[in-house]
Antibody, heavy 119, light 110 residues
Framework: QVQLVQSGAEVKKPGASVKLSCKAA????????IHWVRQAPGHGLEYMGIINPSGGATVYAQKFHGRVTVTRDTSTSTVYMELSSLTSEDTGVYFC????????????WGQGTLVTVSS | QSALTQPASVSGSPGQSITISCTGP?????????VSWYQQHPGKAPKLIIYGVSNRPSGVSNRFSGSKSANTASLTISGLQAEDEADYYC??????????FGTGTTVTVL
């Protein structure tokens, strides 16, 4: 069955970077785009960006330009999201989710990774 | 982009119907034919319940329905049940290739 399995919780200090992973299983990895969405505690969903695992092309939401880098490893069907220059406002749960590329909706989601930024 | 506007909370009694609206600013460049809706229970990942304005994925109850008019999309939950108590988010594909979510609506079953 389709699964997106994310890496474990992280605790980081302000100014540091964090790199999260999202391992796909149960489908052809290069056939679906992977997106990243985050949720601050008690807040709503916030879109971060997309990677096309087939060629590696990325598009990021303007808010995260210059701070976020999404990459993929096709040999392990894994997508990585690195966020730099962390502040307390980056604390939250980060989700990866997939989308067929032409359907414009997210049908499967990872379980989420909690990132805590604290001095 | 600014988030889409949803009511903060909506409540209803079991068996009733409720509707959640999702509105973008006038003149926005979102593709409202792409509207999708997600249900999120506390501590869980979001779950797709409506895509392409009014389509339900396999396994989603037909008590959930979607519609749109101009720059407003709507989600209706009919025959409200206790298990429907959750947060609901709309999502729109923007011309910039990225996406924007609604502000979220907490549904309470009285």
């Amino acid at each position: 069955q389709v699964q997106l399995v994310q890496s474990g919780a992280e605790v980081k200090k302000p100014g540091a970077s964090v790199k999260l992973s999202c391992k796909a299983a149960g489908y052809t990895f290069t056939s679906y785009h992977i997106h990243w969405v985050r949720q601050a505690p008690g807040h709503g969903l916030e879109y971060m960006g997309i990677i096309n695992p087939s060629g590696g092309a990325t598009v990021y939401a303007q808010k995260f330009h210059g701070r976020v880098t999404v990459t993929r490893d096709t040999s392990t069907s894994t997508v990585y999201m690195e966020l730099s220059s962390l502040t307390s406002e980056d604390t939250g749960v980060y989700f990866c989710t997939r989308e067929l590329g032409t359907t414009l909706y997210f049908d499967y989601w990872g379980q989420g990774t909690l990132v805590t930024v604290s001095s | 982009q600014s988030a889409l506007t949803q009511p903060a909370s909506v409540s209803g009694s079991p068996g009733q119907s409720i509707t959640i609206s999702c509105t973008g600013p006038s003149g926005d460049v979102g593709n409202y034919n792409s509207v999708s809706w997600y249900q999120q229970h506390p501590g869980k990942a979001p779950k797709l319940i409506i895509y392409g304005v009014s389509n339900r994925p396999s396994g989603v109850s037909n008590r959930f329905s979607g519609s749109k008019s101009a720059n407003t999309a709507s989600l209706t939950i009919s025959g409200l049940q206790a298990e429907d108590e959750a947060d609901y988010y709309c999502c729109l594909h923007m011309r910039t290739i990225t996406y924007v979510f609604g502000t979220g609506t907490t549904v309470t079953v009285l």
